[in-house]
């Protein structure tokens, strides 16, 4: 049972400094946990979950700062306990007046785009290897692409090497979320990002959606963004 209300509580903090860290963009402390979140533990005891997180490999501690942040793995970790929960869908409006698929895939990635905050994609799978992307200004609002080489890398990637994105999108035509964190995506262009991608697939059409953004992107808001976009492709180009 012990085991058990260790394991719990570790989870609790490591998701409650994941989330903090996501929203701040600042080393998380156990003092600012207790305080923002008037936790049942002490200071102390806080810490000391920390500490053992830290050992394990899913914080890293910022040696001019009290605080940690997540790892690559804690990342990781975070979306393996995200898995679990429901996302409530948002209600959206989306004009399918377009007359080519192409088309109203691009409108889908626009809307999707502004739902989330972050860059978004999408594909078909018949044609030419072809990506759509819109919401490349929310780029510059995160810190992490402050660093001029890494956004010059990553529209490289968006203009020059569109293959290797597009290969990325169709590695799983089902559609569930699959959640791609660092180093899983592949790329060394993005490899301090995540990406979060679904399949879709309505009549015999299969096409690809996607949201590329820091590892420290707000992961419950881009998989909530994405199925709601899925669900209304779904209901408008089925009536077509």
């Known amino acids: 049972m012990r085991h058990i209300d260790t ?25 600012y946990l207790c305080q923002r979140f008037k936790l049942p533990y002490s200071s102390a005891t806080v810490r000391n979950v920390m500490e053992s997180l830290e050992k394990r490999g899913f914080l890293s501690h910022i040696h001019t700062s009290s605080g940690r942040v997540p790892t690559e793995e804690g990342f990781r970790k975070y979306v393996k306990m ?16 377009a007359r080519s698929i192409e088309e109203i895939i691009l409108k889908a990635v626009d809307i999707l785009a502004n739902l989330s905050g972050y860059l978004s994609l999408g594909a078909l799978s018949f044609g030419r290897e072809k990506v759509l992307f819109r919401g490349t200004r929310f780029i510059f609002e ?22 290797i994105l597009y290969k990325l999108l169709f590695s799983s035509l089902d559609e569930h979320i699959n959640i791609l964190v660092g180093d899983e995506i592949g790329a060394k262009e993005i490899s301090d990002c995540s990406l979060v991608i679904s399949g879709l697939q309505i009549k015999k059409i299969e096409a690809s959606l996607a949201l590329l953004g820091p590892m420290r992107m707000d992961y419950a808001r881009a998989i909530s963004s994405i199925c709601t976009v899925r669900r209304k492709l779904k209901e408008l180009i089925g009536e077509r």
């Open 7 to 31: 394991k719990k509580r570790e989870e609790e903090i490591l998701q409650l400094v994941v989330e903090s860290y996501i929203k701040e963009s600042n080393p998380i402390s156990s003092g």
């Open 142 to 163: 995160q810190p992490e692409f402050e660093d001029l080489e890494k956004a010059r890398a990553l529209f490289y990637l968006l203009e020059v090497k569109i293959s």
């Open 82 to 97: 995200l898995r679990k929960k429901q996302f409530k869908e948002r209600k959206i409006k989306m004009d399918l007046s």
